[in-house]
């Protein structure tokens, strides 16, 4: 196990050090000159435009920037914001928290429906209840993010008045951005797990776990949805990677200040040191995320090896 992981870990570094490239060729390829930018609208000389352009390191050769960017990020250091002159870790900082509680309770929500939605929908296959989940699970696939949490804020805030409208950091004004986010992301779960339990419930194992006389529930749980974990837990590192790069559409929907919304703002003034770092925090979490669900297969299943 150790060595699997260390292994793994190992081939981690050389994706990050891609992810660090690709990242930093976005500014030269990308239309538009952050200096420009930074300038519109205000009257400014030509020295003045050179002065700054010599500040932010741009007049260097590509190579030097390349390596100064690398140094820059290994100390930390994503550059400043063009548009509030702030550190761009502070910008991401302020916000990550926000992404990362909104990301935790989607994902509960998603877990928790899906998997009893898809137990539910694989012990009582071809009835009335594995049909309603199956049509649970489709209506989430077919629904636009956007629609669906309109749709929240009018039941729930507008009619109901259960919830504000607009949120205040406390946990009640999680509920409904993450509802929202988790019922969407629970779809996948759900006809994943029915799948993946329809397969392992026919295996021989199982009825004989059945034929030594152990109780139903310990059957299913321990045995059959153990063995059905491994592709549910990929689906759900991968929806968990892609929460916390930010539900631009629900976090506009529902104004919550996450990366998601700092990423449409830092895109719309072409703020591309803070485009950099996003696009950099977003990469990394996806991949910290997968390297993660990778070690978690060796603890599900011992059989797994690296190789």
Known sequence: MAGYALRRVATTIPVLFAILTLVF???PLVPGDPVAIMFFGRSSS?????NMRHQLGLDDPLPIQYVRYLG???RGDLGTSITTRQPVVQEIAERFPATLQLALGSLAV??????VAGILAAVYKDTAIDTAAMVFAMAGLSMPGFWFGLVMIYFFSVRLGWFS???????KSLVLPALTLGLIASSVVARLVRSAMLEVLGQDFIRTARAKGLRERRVLLRHALGNAMIPVVTIIGLQFGGLLSGAFIIEAVFAWHGIGELAVDALGKRDFPLIQGIVLVIATSYVLVNLLVDLLYAVLDPRITYS
């Open 46 to 50: 030509p020295e003045v435009v050179a």
């Open 72 to 74: 820059d990020v290994l």
């Open 25 to 27: 060729l976005m500014r």
């Open 165 to 171: 409208v607009i949120p205040d950091g406390s946990l």
């Open 110 to 115: 998603s877990c928790l429906v899906g998997l």
